[in-house]
């Protein structure tokens, strides 16, 4: 068993008298939840294992385990990963969403390699494989990760479906693309501040967008075109102080019962129709309004 917080693992076996050789392997995946594999044709998770330790008949410490350099970011992302396994939400089983029960869970699989395949990488490959595809030191941010993942996961509350985004390639935190872009944009956008704890976007080059902004916000957008305007305001409903109660479980709730194709579809007509129904009004409809949203 592994310490999810410390890290520290026990592995126990079953045998008689003295082991010969003995070792840990370690693989990037947790359970069947999540993985990292080296291909999407293969699909084999990367590996190691620990130093051999001979004639073991009793408890050894083998100290401290490092993943071999070359595969470090396999096992950053399945660490990354937790983040968002730990906020999901589900009371129910044990799976990503309330869709599925224990035992029968659909598994978010990324695909990292050390250098960028023809085929690119950075994108959530939906209605091809449904794999996250990623490469190098991509994953390095931690917002990149979660990005890319809360794709997969809207996908799940969704019931493994997404509303077509339209005029998203490319698109931008700060500039219009559509209102189905801006959604799905700017509610992965959410997700990963939202799951870190910050109110940033943070990309896979490293460089950093604050999703700090109002009317007056230079170079900006305004409206519910624009992911950037979506993504705080989701993040200001969630606020310890927001409206929605501290936290994001009623609009994931929400969600897993009533899709929405797009931001003002949520707010003015699936929020209102939530159980119990999540507030429009007052605070709410503040915050949409700092962000240039009008409805």
């Keep these: 068993m592994t310490d999810s917080g410390s ?22 995946g ?31 410490n083998l100290g401290t385990v490092k993943v071999p350099a070359a595969m470090s970011n396999a096992w950053h992302i399945t660490d990354t990963l937790n983040l968002l396994y730990w906020k999901r939400d589900n009371p129910t089983s044990a799976c990503w969403t309330r869709h599925q029960v224990t035992g029968a869970c659909d598994q978010l699989t990324f695909v990292w ?36 993942a809360a794709h997969w996961f809207q996908w799940q509350l969704y019931g493994r479906d997404l509303p077509e985004a339209t005029n998203c390639d490319p ?30 976007y943070v990309d896979e080059t490293g460089g950093e967008t604050s999703l700090e902004n109002d009317a007056t916000t230079p170079d900006w957008d305004p409206g519910d075109e624009v992911q950037g305007r979506v993504g705080s305001s989701l993040l200001d409903l ?43 009004r007052g605070a709410a409809r503040d915050i949409i309004t700092q962000h240039t949203i009008d409805y």
């Design 7 to 28: 890290g520290h693992f026990r592995a126990c076996v079953k045998a008689p008298g003295t082991l010969r050789e003995a070792h840990v392997r370690f693989r990037s």
């Design 30 to 60: 947790s359970t069947d939840l999540w993985r990292v594999v080296k291909d999407r044709t293969s699909q084999k998770e990367y590996a190691f294992n620990s130093p051999s330790r001979h004639d073991v008949s009793a408890d050894q």
């Design 113 to 148: 390699s050390r250098r960028e395949t023809d085929e690119g990488a950075g994108y959530f490959d939906l209605d091809g494989t449904d794999y996250v595809i990623a490469a190098g030191d991509m994953t390095d941010s931690e917002h990149f990760t979660l990005h890319e």
């Design 171 to 200: 698109h931008f935190i700060e500039k219009r693309s559509s209102t189905t872009c801006a959604w799905t944009e700017g509610f992965a956008d959410a997700t990963a501040a939202y799951v870190l704890g910050d109110y940033r």
């Design 238 to 280: 969630w606020a310890k102080d927001g409206p929605d109660g501290g936290n994001w479980k009623r609009t994931l709730r929400l969600m897993a019962a009533e899709p929405s194709d797009d931001f003002r579809e949520y707010f003015t007509v699936d929020r209102p129709e939530a159980n119990p129904p999540l507030t429009t």
